[in-house]
Each structure stands twice: as structure tokens, then as C-alpha cells.
């Protein structure tokens, strides 16, 4: 178990079936059977999506007060309106006009403040895979759950809806910083493999280009924060019910998915993560962005299917803590550094901060030995 997949599931899984569960926003109609083979770009579910009321304050628009809208409205409560029609006119020959904004029914007349409210037309909404592989289970209304024999690395964090599209290794070295100028239009559709960190004005690039995805190391939190337009730090929050990080309501879509596999600042890219993606240079990938702290948790990933899917694990691995096992380090002095297990301490032993915990000794590839708390470290195999 670890602080960052806490159902034990190692953050890197070279050859394991990957299930992906596909909703909808609201319930809508689901267009494949179970058992269909789909490809990235295929509709499997499709909706109607509500829009956000449209208020308009005709009697601002007209010059009037408010009690004279009723007169000046040209439409009925519940009447149906185009966008571009005339909603209201004052009074004369040549008095003003006031146009509809949207497509949609007028759903209030306010006379004492001079508000119409529109509630605009419902817009289609089209679930695509987003992966190639087996539809395995029908959620009825809702979605699909697809099955594919893949290679699956998890990060600690990410930003953004799913996206599917091709690998592109930007980074020849798991420190490199990217910069903007190696973002161009060879990138366009691409999910790029990146070292240790990317500033905001690469990320703005990156949209430029529709670059699907960016698969980094660490980032600066002051450049995710330019990148995303927050004002200070106060929007780093949960989503009060859905415990989403950040929450949705404020870190809105950004046009691309960025998944971090360190955490916060220049933090080059653990070599088990970087070998894997970047040996997938060039093929297919599906990248997920959503993080959520609560049940049902969920952590990003990027998922690789296979070509061929000789020995695929059903299910994904689960190693256990042990000596001889290989484990990711993820104190700060040593986050990402990978290291083999050397002894379990029986009993609660103090570690270098001083606190007395249930601890781990490790071995790094330099042979250095030290002892860190079983949670600051994360087994891969």
C-alpha cells in the first residue's frame, strides 16, 4: 500500500488487462452491445446535454423600467425562440430591439426587475471510446465498461478529461525541462512524453498545437496555476461532494490532459514510468486526467494497448511488500528513485525525521542503504 495508489496496484504495469469505464454526463442511450469491438474514435453512448439558463435584462437593453418588459416582449412565457429573433422592442417607430442570444424557450418574464430568463436548447452529447478493445459490460443508460490488454502507468495527479491519441517522446532524458519551442505542429493530435517539468507558456503552446495529452514528471505549482488562470493557491480544493482534485468547478477543461507522475516542482521522471511510455513511442494511448480522494478513488493513467496480448494478466498485479522487491521511493529526498528492499523492520523503528514508525530498509542503485516509513515507499514488482 502507498499515499498514492492505496489499493496496492503498482503505478506501473507493463502487461495487464485494462478496463475503462465510459459514462455519460446524464443518461442518454448506449449504441454498442456487449462483446462489440470498438476503436478510439467510435460513438459507443450518446445524450442530450442541458445548458446553463441565459438571463437577459431586456429593460437595460430597451431604456425602459422594468414594469414596461411585458408590454415590449414580442414572445410568450414558454413560447419557443431562435437566435436572432426578436424578443422585445420598445415603443416608436424606430425603437430599440432586443435579440434572442440563444435558441430556446423563454421560461420567465420578471416585470419588477426586468429579467427574461432563456433556457437554451439541450445540446447533442457524444461519448467516444477513447480506446481500442471489448466492450465487456452495458451500463444501461449510462455507459460501457472496455476491456484491452495494455501497458498501464498511473501517476500521482492530473488535469483534464479522457483523450485518446498517439505517443510522441519529446524528452531523450527523464531531467529534461520542455520548452516551448520544441512543442510544434508535429505534435498536433500527440500525447507528449515529457522529463521533469514543463512552465505554463509550454502548455499554452501545447494547446496551440491540440497537442491530446502531456505526460510530465513534475510542474511547477506556480506555472500550473498561470496555466490554469488562478489569481493564488486557493483554488487548489476537492469538489465538495464528488471529492475531485482540483474540483471541477474550478479547473475546467483545459483543451488537454496533463498527467504528472511526481509530484509538485522539477522532479525528473521515475526510470520504471519513462522505460515503459517511452518504448510505446509512436503507438496508440488513452490518457486520464481525473484524480478523486474519496471512493470510489481514481488516480490518472495512461493506457497502452497492446498489439499482442500474449500472457496478459487478467487482473492487474498486486506485489507484496518484501525483501528482494523492487520499490519506488517517495520521501522528498528521494522521490522517484528506485530501490530494492533489503529488511522489514518487525517492530516500530526510528527513522531519519525522527518519528518511530513501522519502517522498510531500502538499498538504491548506488548501494547506499537507508531506512524510510513503509508508506514512503511503493512496490513495483
Known amino acids: 500500500m502507498s499515499l498514492y495508489i492505496p489499493e496496492g496496484i503498482p503505478p506501473v504495469i507493463p502487461n495487464a488487462m485494462a478496463r475503462i469505464e465510459r459514462r455519460l454526463p446524464y443518461p442518454g442511450e448506449v449504441l454498442v452491445r456487449q462483446g462489440s469491438r470498438v476503436e478510439p474514435e467510435d460513438i459507443v453512448a450518446q445524450t442530450l446535454r442541458p445548458e446553463l439558463p441565459q438571463i437577459i435584462n431586456v429593460a437595460r437593453v430597451l431604456g425602459i423600467s422594468p414594469n414596461q418588459v411585458h408590454r415590449a416582449m414580442r414572445c410568450a412565457i414558454q413560447s419557443k425562440v431562435e437566435v436572432g429573433q426578436v424578443l422585445a422592442r420598445a415603443a416608436g417607430v424606430i425603437g430599440r430591439r432586443c435579440l434572442a442570444p440563444v435558441s430556446g424557450m423563454i421560461a420567465d418574464i420578471d416585470g419588477e426587475t426586468g429579467y427574461v430568463t432563456i433556457t437554451p436548447d439541450p445540446t447533442e452529447y457524444t461519448l467516444p471510446a477513447t480506446v481500442r478493445g471489448i466492450v465487456m459490460e452495458v451500463i ?37 525541462i520542455i520548452k516551448p519551442e520544441q512543442i510544434d505542429a508535429r505534435s498536433a493530435y500527440a500525447i507528449l512524453i515529457c522529463g521533469a517539468g514543463i512552465s505554463a507558456a509550454a502548455l499554452r503552446r501545447a494547446v496551440h498545437e491540440q497537442v491530446r495529452g502531456i505526460i510530465v514528471g513534475g510542474i511547477d505549482e506556480s506555472e500550473l496555476r498561470d496555466f490554469l488562470g488562478w489569481a493564488d493557491a486557493r483554488n487548489w480544493q476537492t469538489g465538495l461532494h464528488s471529492w475531485q482534485w482540483p474540483s471541477p468547478l474550478n479547473a475546467p477543461d483545459p483543451k488537454l490532459t496533463i498527467l504528472v507522475t511526481e509530484g509538485f516542482g522539477a522532479r525528473p521522471m521515475n526510470a520504471a514510468t519513462f522505460d515503459l511510455i517511452s518504448g510505446q513511442d509512436r503507438q496508440e494511448a488513452l490518457i486520464e486526467g481525473i484524480t478523486r480522494l474519496r471512493r470510489p478513488l481514481r488516480r490518472p493513467r495512461v493506457v497502452i494497448p497492446l498489439t499482442r496480448s500474449s500472457g496478459v494478466q487478467v487482473e492487474p498485479p498486486h506485489p507484496s511488500l518484501r525483501p528482494g522487491a523492487s520499490v519506488r521511493l517517495l520521501d522528498s529526498s528521494h522521490l522517484g528513485q528506485i530501490a530494492q528492499v533489503r529488511t522489514i523492520s518487525a517492530a516500530p523503528r526510528r527513522v531519519a525525521s525522527r518519528a518511530v514508525v513501522a519502517a522498510v530498509e531500502v538499498v538504491g542503485n548506488d548501494g547506499v542503504a537507508l531506512w524510510l516509513p513503509r508508506t514512503c515507499v511503493e512496490v513495483l514488482s
Not at 145 to 163: H, K, L, N, T
Open 140 to 176: 444501461p443508460y449510462e455507459g460501457v465498461v472496455i476491456e484491452a490488454p495494455s501497458a498501464q502507468a498511473y501517476g500521482v495527479f492530473g488535469i483534464g478529461d479522457d483523450r485518446s491519441g498517439v505517443l510522441r517522446l519529446l524528452a531523450t532524458d527523464p531531467s529534461d
